[in-house]
Structures are given as C-alpha cells and as structure tokens.
C-alpha cells in the first residue's frame, strides 16, 4: 500500500526549517500532493517530543504511514517505527545519543535561530537512554543514508546499527549531508509515496 502519511523528525538544535526538512516539504507539495506531511518542532525533552509525536500520530494508519529522521530525529524515527511497524528513512542518524549528548547539558542556541534558546536537562540524558533499542526488528524496513565524512557521528556505528537496511553510504560528505537534494528521490521512492 503507498504511503499517505509522512513524518519528518528533525535533528538536536534542528527546526522544521532545516534544510533537509523544507526539501522534503518542497518534493512532497510537488510530487506528492496527496501525501500528508508532519513536521513538528520537537521539544527538548525526549519523552516529551516523543509522546507528542505519538499523539500526533495516534488516528494515521499504519500501514500507510512512513517517517524520516535526520541525526537525533533518525534515533526517534527508529523509535516510531519500532513502535508502529512503518518504514523509515533515517539520515545520518544518532545511534548512542545518550552518550553523545550527554556533554551538551546546560542552555543552548538553535542551529537556524541563534536569538532562540532552550536548556538541555541531565534527566533528558535517561529519556534517550529509555528510548534506545538494541536493534532494529525488521532491517528491510529501513532506509539509512549515511556520510562516512560526518564531523559529528561515526560512520561505522551508524552502519553496524542499520546491518540489513538498504544502506546507502557516501564517501565524504558531511553530518549536514549538504547533497541531500541528490539522494532524495532515492529516499521518497524507498518510502513509496503515494501521488
């Protein structure tokens, strides 16, 4: 069955107006009219953006359903698909955010409004940790996108994560996946959205 519904979760500091995000949103308007698109601001706390999402989500069928996530919103979107059964498209996605996180405690600027801040608790650090899973059920579920010349998350345990997914690794690149507008297609046509 296509897919009628979207998620899109955005990375940590990230915004519905990320780059990759309003890609999206652009190619869905286009191509895909059809297709209902959600891309809500996550708040800072996991478990909080977590369970607004599934509120969020809570009347979209599941099997006509899909999601996207870039870096942190790749680790939620596993999440969500493990949770529903849809597929995912991840980017560049946190694998350990618990841990890498862990050293961002304290007030911090989003990435697309400097003037806007929000405060990175040390509990959200155990709300990540209680979302993590050890693997993924169903790999042929996922779609990974992944930049073996990303700054901020390593490559291999991004791979070794999504063992069994349609894997598309890129030399180079970076954690912003700045040719994403490339891979795109690739991307909505693993998800198989509807017209």
């Given amino acids: 069955m296509p897919t009628t519904h979207l998620l899109y979760l955005h990375g940590f500091r990230s915004s519905p107006s990320s780059t990759k995000a309003r890609l999206v949103q652009q190619r869905i308007a286009q191509r ?10 996550l708040p800072p ?7 607004g999402v599934m509120q969020g989500i809570a009347d979209w069928p599941r099997e006509r359903m899909a999601v996207i996530g870039s870096s942190l919103g790749g680790f939620y979107a596993s999440w969500v698909a493990e949770q529903t059964g849809c597929r995912a498209a991840v980017l560049n996605p946190a694998v350990f955010p618990a841990r890498d996180l862990a050293k961002y405690i304290g007030e911090l600027a989003s990435w697309h409004d400097p003037q806007e801040t929000f405060h990175f608790r ?3 650090v155990e ?3 209680a979302l993590a899973t050890a693997a993924i059920s169903r790999p042929d579920r996922y779609y990974a996108l992944i930049a073996q010349g990303d700054e901020v998350l390593d490559w291999r345990e991004m791979s070794a994560h999504y063992q069994g997914a349609q894997l598309r690794l890129l030399e180079g690149s970076n954690h912003a996946i700045t040719e994403f507008a490339e891979h795109l297609d690739e991307v909505l046509a693993f998800l198989d959205l509807a017209d």
Avoid: F
């Avoid at 895909?32 to 601001?41: E, I, K, N």
């Avoid at 706390?45 to 369970?51: V, Y």
């Fill in 32 to 41: 895909h009219p059809g297709v209902t698109l959600w891309c809500p601001q």
């Fill in 45 to 51: 706390s996991p478990r909080e953006a977590m369970g």
């Fill in 122 to 124: 040390p509990e959200y």
């Fill in 127 to 129: 709300e990540l940790r």
